[in-house]
């Protein structure tokens, strides 16, 4: 689908809506680009919506079968269940995980084993309060020697989005070398806290991987309509009127207000319990710098999401900003696009990243693999499983860097 004005993208938008069709790129609608042009999207539609279906110029019927189309060439999804008798094994066979994307229960068995096998180094925390589905979200947390609270601190989230399947990987595999790097140099992370949490959607992440692969939401029921949005939903400028200046601020507040909607920014800030348990781990102490991960896109995204006005600490985001772009450039020399002030993308009010900048934090949104730089098609937001290990190499190199920029703020 291809909208070049503001009243194309809302004519094709309805018929869309009428058609029960889900927009598969980033935010789940028709948005304008930043720097000008069309929006260009890919969108799954439900067989019986076919005479429902819009046509004419800007339409494009790529698949008849896109379930048939997906399966034939994108995401496997298996359960291998690894064992591991100790930290030398792990090290020996620690990328065997990563061959094939995990259901939840090997993720979160990983997430116990590695913190089992790290005795005196990572600590488990199950995350209050549950989830609708009474699942608790992990987190680790990983604190060195003679670190208290104003000591430099690292959050480090991921999948907020259920049909990110490939942040989940990239955060456990993060969380696994983290803690094999601690193990071999505690005195690195002496004075400081890291918190990894790999799976931030639980109950999405299980409904995508057994029921609707392009899942996006959490599980919340509101007015007869499931799921909220998760990163529309913090406590911080939540669903907040957008700058006059926008392409289309009346649409985002419209869609971030539709129950039923991709971007349904739930009920009240903080509705959520996925959000609340996040935002108890952000504010259990001053935190230095906040990573979220998402895919897909290839971008990094600094503060601030909701508007461009820049950042009074800007020196040390657009430092930082170009710090990261460089750790995950020195790998395979894959190219992320570095911005702020949602100046690569469109606003978003509500989000994780800017709640933690406001609780005093760097908080940086990165969007992984496939770096496609704009127009994002179904087979880009369910990446093969030989994308999960390269993906985790060079977005572990990104946090890396994070630590290391917490680091020097320790003196």
């Not at 980033?26 to 019986?48: D, M």
């Not at 903080?270 to 979220?292: C, K």
């Not at 469109?346 to 760097?362: E, I, K, M």
Request: aromatic share 8%; hydrophobic share 40%.
């Amino acid at each position: 689908v291809t909208a070049c004005k503001v009243a194309e993208v809302r004519t094709l938008s309805r018929s869309l809506a009428r058609a029960s069709c889900r927009i598969l790129s980033e935010p789940g609608e028709l948005v304008l680009p930043r720097n000008g042009g069309c929006a260009v999207v890919q969108a799954t539609c439900p067989p019986k919506a076919h005479d429902a279906l819009p046509t004419g110029p800007g339409v494009e019927i790529l698949h008849q079968n896109a379930g048939e189309a997906m399966r034939s060439r994108a995401a496997r999804f298996l359960t291998v269940p690894l064992v591991h008798g100790g930290q030398v094994d792990l090290r020996r066979n620690g990328t065997v995980f990563y061959d094939e994307f995990r259901n939840a229960d090997d993720v979160m068995d990983r997430i116990r084993e590695l913190v089992r096998l790290a005795p005196g180094i990572a600590e488990l925390i199950e995350l209050e309060p549950a989830t609708t589905e009474l699942r608790h979200i992990l987190a680790v947390r990983l604190r060195g020697k003679l670190w208290q609270p104003g000591s430099p601190r690292v959050l480090l989230t991921y999948t907020l989005h259920a049909r990110e399947w490939i942040s989940t990987m990239a955060g456990v595999y993060a969380l696994e070398h983290t803690i094999l790097a601690a193990a071999e140099n505690p005195e690195d992370f002496a004075n400081m806290e890291i918190v990894f949490v790999p799976l931030s959607n639980p109950d999405g992440f299980v409904h995508s991987s057994t029921t609707d692969r392009f899942w996006r939401k959490n599980k919340g029921v509101h007015e007869g309509c499931q799921g909220v949005d998760l990163n529309r939903n913090f406590n911080w400028q939540w669903h907040r009127k957008y700058d006059d200046d926008d392409s289309q601020p009346q649409d985002f507040l419209k869609w971030e207000a539709a129950t039923c909607g991709e971007v349904f920014a739930g009920m009240s800030p903080s509705s959520e319990p996925e959000v609340l348990a996040l935002q108890s781990i952000a504010e259990e102490a001053p935190l230095t710098v906040h990573v979220d991960f998402h895919s897909c896109g290839g971008y990094i995204l600094g503060p601030w999401s909701f508007m461009r006005t820049a950042h009074p600490r800007m020196d040390e985001v657009v430092q930082l900003g170009n710090s990261l772009q460089e750790a995950i450039r020195s790998l395979e020399g894959s190219e992320y696009e570095f911005c702020t002030g949602n100046s690569c993308l469109y606003p978003v009010a509500g989000d994780f990243p800017d709640y933690s900048t406001a609780l005093g934090a760097l908080g940086f949104t990165v969007e992984m693999r496939p770096a496609v730089h704009g127009n994002v098609g179904m087979h880009n937001m369910a990446p093969p499983h030989d994308q999960i290990l390269p993906n985790a190499e060079e977005n572990f190199e990104a946090v890396l860097e994070a630590i290391a920029f917490a680091r020097k703020s320790r003196g």
